[in-house]
């Protein structure tokens, strides 16, 4: 009985073995692509280069957001808002267009702010308010009307700098992201706040 258990037992490991050079290990409930590629944590500290990354999106996302809703607690009713372009001031490459989605979704989801539709947005709003009331496709009293639009109260808009230091192998590289709100009709900035991100890295 114990031969024959033991030969199981080494039959089991051999075919983990074999799983496991097929493909790959992967922890319980990670999935994996073939042999080479593996879905991490979207979550986790990004430490690869010190250029802007993930996780400076994200801490610029959640503190902006967060700020905002802190200010539009403040309101008898919700703030109707427009987001427009945040300006990239830096030497490289940033989507600052994925910063302020983030941060319009965590004010959406927080229920704390709406949104009118953008300037980036508004040909496709119009296109469709053209093709609903001009293309003759659509019964007249199911269309969405032309002027029923709703002007947005404030705008948010920004930028983000950076100042880059190298000495010897050290590099530090400096970030600072600001937002402000204006109120439209007046004139008058009504929120602004700003996030500041250091990182430094040896060659």
Not at 69 to 94: C, M, R
Not at 182 to 193: C, M, S
Request: aromatic share 8%; with cysteine.
């Amino acid at each position: 009985m114990y031969a024959i258990l033991h030969s199981h037992q080494l039959r089991y490991t051999a075919l983990c073995a074999l799983c496991a050079t097929l493909f790959g290990c992967a922890t319980p409930g990670t999935p994996t692509v073939g042999s080479n590629v593996q879905y991490g944590d979207a979550k986790a500290v990004e430490q690869v280069t010190n250029e802007f990354g993930s996780t400076d999106l994200q801490t610029i996302a959640e503190s902006m957001a967060r700020s905002l809703a802190q200010s539009a607690s403040g309101y008898k009713s919700k703030p109707l808002v427009t987001f427009a372009d945040v300006k990239n001031k830096t030497s490289e490459y940033i989507d600052t267009r994925s910063i302020s989605d983030s941060i319009r979704t965590q004010l959406i989801k927080s229920g704390t702010m709406r949104f009118a539709t953008d300037i980036d947005a508004m040909q496709n709003q119009t296109d469709e308010l053209t093709r609903q009331n001009n293309s003759g496709l659509y019964k007249k009293s199911a269309t969405a009307k032309v002027g029923k639009m709703q002007g947005a109260q404030y705008r948010i808009e920004g930028n983000i700098t950076s100042i880059v230091k190298r000495g010897g192998d050290v590099k530090d590289v400096y970030y600072k992201f600001s937002l402000i709100m204006t109120d439209i009709e007046a004139g008058t900035i009504e929120w602004a706040d700003e996030k500041e991100i250091r990182k430094t890295s040896r060659r």
